[in-house]
């Protein structure tokens, strides 16, 4: 902590180093006893140039002696292929979601030497074209393009100029490529959380909004249900907004179903309904159990008791969907790639 | 929608443009009618070249028409001048916050002309060290280092070889920029939400683990009592684990307290007494007023009242980092610069 250094903002303060200066290709290249050219050509691995193996490792040895940092856009420009993915997320400040995509796909980018261009849009247009155009620019290798709940997008037409895959969203009729959850494997998931337990009338509060998640969860359920041979009974599908509002106020209906378990469209109206069944005088899960969705962070571990649910991948969409976007894993040709949603069981049912 | 695209990850795909293959400089200069030279000198904005206004005005009409993008990293190598700020954040995708803080950096880092590199660590040394070389080979013009709530840190040394704002986090008696919420400013507006109610016996749930959030909260709750002509009472003051657990926990000594109103360290510990202020048959604001801190996303419009609570500046964090590391705006030369912390009234006082 002894080294003196500028304060921000200094002129040359990016040029700032232990040495007082940065440590150049001149400077490897006398340490080593070779040219400067030779010391280009080992740094940028210049397969083409003939270099012995003894002056390689010399310069080897002298950039890690001196802590010589390569220039990897210089790099990037003589290989003529980009080492950045460009990331677009649309909600990166309102929800830990779009954080969970940056994550895994940044933990993916990495291990194939790719660094994440990360822009937040919060829904903009013009942020979003600002976005992309800033990416083309930076020669990516391709965008996600990725949202923070999953639905149905119409990709910007910048995008077609880059490869792109779409993250927790996807094209209708279209065979651009994108990773989304498996809606139906976590709704059947989230019912047999409930299944299992004992419970054969079990309610499902869906949500007022049309989306995938509206249409894949009820299937699951109904799946769930059928399996275990109990008749689907349209009467117990509720339908509430989906935050805790919702679920609060939905309350009074689901008591008339007298069921001992619900499967709440996600956790947020899980938590109103926690409000709501408390003012009843009710205990979860003695009274009626709950099963939530998504695992949201700082609700479903936290609620009294702690929320059983299923999990919503958003590390692992981010992550396959690099892996799509280098070819790595391929989505299926009709429709996305579906990721699983992993049950979370607590103390609510 | 009815361009064809290649899938992601074909070889070529980077090159996939409308056209087949992307728009050159030397499209550009046919169309315009000038050389590739005379292009790349309006491109690049080279200002020691002597162009005519007509010539230079077709190379900006074929470069729209044809939809030309310049190659921002070769600009980058031939002005001589980054335009990267890069921002390492240690908890992305566990809390909003971090998202916060990056969506106001990259909202000022654009208003300059300067694209983010984001890099996530989730706290890892290893990522954290992987992340800084990333950026010091990508010569960004300086490093914001973010930690998703208020502490003390030992910059990686790494960080020294460029210009670096700490941004919600600050070193010891170091000179090092740094931005962080006015704690103090912050604790005493909460109180003051309570004061401003009338209630005059009101209690503090403090942090049990200590922090700049432990002192300097408890330090503006102590202001606003004075001020409001109120002894302040140690009794007063308890402690609790931050987060909802700690407050649901701490219910019964504070009712033994008899106040008319609370501040609670954050609005997760508010969340936790709200649930055991129910369990006694208490509401929230008749029986007692309740005043949070953090404004957390998905928590605190939601509860059971909506919390009246003071908001963490996490967007203005991240952008007053940017004008620091630029010079825009100048951090104090002794200790950090201090970012105000409003307050949000809402239904539970």
Tied chains: 1, 2.
Excluded at 23 to 38: F, I, K, L, N
Aim: one cysteine or more.
């Amino acid at each position: 902590m002894t080294t003196k250094r500028k304060r921000a903002g200094s002129a040359d303060g990016a040029e700032s180093g232990h040495s007082g200066h940065p440590v150049t290709m001149r400077d490897v290249a006398e340490a080593a006893g070779v040219s400067v050219a030779t010391v280009s050509n080992v740094v940028n691995d210049k397969k083409s140039a003939r270099i012995g193996a003894d002056a390689r490792q010399r310069v080897h040895d002298a950039v890690s002696d001196l802590g010589y940092r390569p220039n990897a856009l210089a790099k990037t420009l003589s290989s003529g292929s980009s080492k950045f993915i460009g990331l677009v997320a649309d909600a990166i400040a309102t929800t830990p979601f779009a954080g969970q995509i940056i994550h895994g796909a940044q933990d993916e980018a990495w291990k194939h030497g790719f660094v994440l261009l990360v822009a937040n849009t919060e829904g903009d247009p013009a942020a979003e074209e600002a976005a992309i155009a800033m990416m083309l620019e930076h020669k990516v290798r391709g965008v996600l393009y990725s949202t923070w709940f999953h639905r149905a997008v119409v990709p910007p037409e910048a995008l077609r100029e880059t490869d792109f895959v779409l993250v927790d969203c996807f094209e209708a009729n279209s065979v651009a490529p994108a990773v989304v959850p498996d809606e139906v494997q976590g709704g059947y998931t989230a019912t047999k959380l409930l299944l299992d337990a004992g419970h054969r009338r079990i309610a499902f509060i869906n949500t007022t909004s049309s989306s995938p998640a509206q249409t894949g969860r009820l299937e699951g359920y109904h799946r769930a249900l059928v399996e275990a041979g109990i008749e689907f009974d349209p009467a117990l599908v509720l339908e509430a907004h989906p935050d805790q509002e919702g679920g609060y106020a939905v309350t009074a209906q689901l008591l008339q179903l007298n069921v001992a378990g619900v499967f709440c469209h996600n956790d947020r109206v899980a938590m109103g309904l926690y409000d709501g069944l408390r003012e009843h005088g009710l205990t979860i899960p003695r009274d009626i159990a709950i099963a939530g969705f998504d695992n949201q962070e700082v609700i479903a571990a936290h609620l009294r008791p702690p929320l059983s649910t299923v999990a919503l991948p958003h590390y692992e969409l981010g992550a396959a969907g690099v892996r799509v976007l280098l070819g790595i894993d391929s989505a299926p040709t009709a429709g996305p790639l579906l990721v699983a949603c992993p049950p979370v069981p607590r103390a609510s049912i």
